[in-house]
């Protein structure tokens, strides 16, 4: 089982606001960086998303994966099962609904074991993360978060 650590981090400038995502992927001698922005979105919706695209972007399955995320919103969300009674009940009245069930699609197909570390604390993989985030959400070519403004937008009709 090919053993793989990620660690990722989201950014918005506001909240909401311009949003990015930053992840460092290592495997071996091998490392990777993901990173990319959006015009309107919110810090918890970066945060979840640079968890999925790191693990969209594994090429094999069955991988045997540690995240490192500064967010206590996914890392919580995971590893006390929150997600999965979520899914269960319908995602009834939860926020990023199109991202956890995105995230449910991949999570699956690897062994996933997430770890909480301190934001901002001197460590270098999620100080890089954090970099990568920011420079994304100041970054030009932005993208729509069009699950974030189609929900956004439907708040406004009630």
Known sequence: MSKVTIYTDGAAKG??????????????????EISEGFTL???????????????????????????YSDSKYVVDSVEKK?????QKKGFSGKKNVDLWKRFLLIFPKHKVNFVWVKGHAGNPMNERCDEL????????????????ESTKDDASLL
């Open 82 to 86: 929150w997600v999965f009674g979520w």
């Open 41 to 67: 979105t919110t810090n918890n919706r970066m945060e979840l998303l640079s968890v999925i695209v790191a693990l969209e972007a594994l090429t094999k399955p069955g991988c045997e994966v540690t995240i």
């Open 15 to 32: 909240n909401p606001g311009r949003g990015g995502y930053g992840v460092v992927m290592m495997a071996g001698q091998h490392r990777k």
């Open 133 to 148: 985030a920011v420079a994304a959400a100041e970054g030009r070519n932005l993208k729509a978060d069009v699950g974030y």
